[in-house]
């Protein structure tokens, strides 16, 4: 049972535009929502992360919004570079310290 | 602050044999994961260990995988005989109260033969 659901499964957008990746979960327990970025080969990255008490945190060119009435998460790349071309897993857990469930993913093409 | 380290990063093995791998967590974290990522998917979680205890091991499947962390530190995860369908990489994770959020290593690509 996939406790995350992300889409789009893949996205292309031009260098210097809005990547937008949304998210949604179904269990209202979950207290913690980051987002990890991946490169080919590597592990995945923590790039930020929100708690439910907070409507949006932004670091950088990255921001998480948040809507705990919809369930639903998303994350915002501004000014999107090439060398952000990477795959985004949502994902959500109890608290910072319990087990992630992640979405499937998002493959994100920044094309120059 | 070295990172999570995890070896071997890569290894073939015909189906029924054996593979362990082994994850050395970033120094103090007390929380140690084992996560499964097959091709195209998210990471799933195998087992959890807080210090040398297991909290979460739910999704482990038992008759094949072990896990132990003695001495509340390094880990190795075992699998025993693999299957076609354990393909996939393995990923250790860890994470302590103070910095909250999980840090991964590289992984371990498995195929299975």
């Known amino acids: 049972q996939q406790q995350v659901k992300q889409s789009p499964q893949s996205l292309i957008v031009q260098k210097g535009g809005i990547s937008i990746i949304n998210c949604a979960y179904e269990?209202?327990?979950?207290?913690?929502f980051p987002w990890y970025q991946q490169f080919p080969g590597k592990g995945p990255a923590l790039l930020i992360a929100?708690?439910?008490?907070?409507s949006e945190k932004k670091e950088g060119r990255f921001t998480i919004s948040f809507n705990k009435s919809a369930k639903q998460f998303s994350l915002h790349i501004m000014d999107s570079q090439p060398g952000d071309s990477a795959t985004y897993f949502c994902?959500?857990?109890?608290?910072?310290?319990?087990?992630?469930?992640f979405g499937k993913g998002t493959s994100l093409l920044v094309t120059p | 602050e070295a990172g999570v380290a995890q070896s071997p990063r890569y290894k073939i093995i015909e189906k029924r044999q054996s593979v362990a791998f082994w994850c050395n967590p970033i120094?103090?974290?007390?929380?140690l994961y084992w996560y499964q990522q097959i091709l195209g998917q998210g990471p799933k979680l195998l087992i959890q260990?807080?210090?040398?205890?297991?909290?979460?091991d739910s999704q482990l499947p038992k008759d094949r995988f072990s896990a132990e962390r003695l001495k509340g530190v390094d880990s190795t995860l075992k699998i025993q005989p693999a299957k076609l369908e354990d393909s996939a990489v393995y990923l250790c994770?860890?994470?302590?109260?103070?910095?909250?959020?999980?840090?991964f290593g590289q992984g371990t690509r498995l195929t299975v033969v």
């Open positions: 994770a860890s994470s302590s109260q103070r910095t909250g959020g999980a840090f």
């Open positions: 269990n209202t327990a979950f207290d913690y």
């Open positions: 929100i708690r439910p008490d907070v």
């Open positions: 994902a959500a857990s109890f608290d910072s310290g319990y087990a992630l469930n």
């Open positions: 120094s103090g974290h007390a929380t």
């Open positions: 260990f807080q210090n040398n205890g297991v909290v979460d």
